[in-house]
Nanobody
Framework: QLRLVESGGASVKTGESLKLTCVASGFGLSNFDLRWYRQIPGKERESVASIFSVTGYTHYADFVKGRFIISRDNLKMSLFLQMNDLTPDDTAMYYC?????????WGRGTQVTVSS
């Protein structure tokens, strides 16, 4: 069974850091484009950061540029999101996403809560 499982979400205060991890089971991630999304209740899911399989190119949403870093470890079948200088606006459920051609997979999410 193909699965993505996120972890690392927590409740923190403004200015603190967290590192999210997404681990794949049942398949390797090396040929997949990977993304972190987030969703606030009542709002649409939005892309946070992307890392592409072939080039390793990374892309960030404007609201996290300079604060978040996406990385991957294909041998460990893992995707990471280092989040620094967190603010209450970063409070959301964070989801891992993997896509290759017409195949895509989602994790169930990990909650990040930032208080002032």
């Amino acid at each position: 069974q193909l699965r993505l499982v996120e972890s690392g979400g927590a409740s923190v205060k403004t200015g603190e850091s967290l590192k999210l991890t997404c681990v794949a089971s049942g398949f390797g991630l090396s040929n997949f484009d990977l993304r972190w999304y987030r969703q606030i209740p009542g709002k649409e899911r939005e892309s946070v950061a992307s890392i592409f399989s072939v080039t390793g190119y990374t892309h960030y949403a404007d609201f996290v540029k300079g604060r978040f870093i996406i990385s991957r470890d294909n041998l460990k079948m893992s995707l990471f999101l280092q989040m620094n200088d967190l603010t209450p606006d970063d409070t959301a459920m964070y989801y891992c996403h993997a896509r290759r051609d017409n195949n895509e997979y989602w994790g169930r999410g990990t909650q990040v809560t930032v208080s002032s």
